[in-house]
């Protein structure tokens, strides 16, 4: 049987993210070196690169979100 649920913190899901894989990228980045980016294609240049830009604040909002998010799953 299948049925729908409401998980309305979805509707953030894609900048939570964002925030989150930035923060690794920015990390990736400096292990790396920004010697090595041209051995990168573009879409993941742009990751580390704008990765490395990302305040802490949203980084922390974002973990944030994904704790209640998480809940929100767990209880639908």
């Known amino acids: 049987m299948v049925e729908d649920v409401s998980i309305p913190l979805t509707a953030h899901a894609n900048p939570h993210w964002r925030g989150i894989a930035g923060h690794g990228a920015s990390v990736q980045s400096r292990r790396i070196g920004r010697e090595r980016i041209q051995d990168f294609g573009h879409d993941n240049r ?10 802490a604040q949203v980084y922390y909002k974002a973990q944030k979100l994904r704790t209640m998010l998480r809940q929100q799953i767990l209880d639908a």
Do not use: E, H, K
């Open 46 to 55: 742009i990751g580390l690169l704008t990765g490395s830009i990302i305040p």
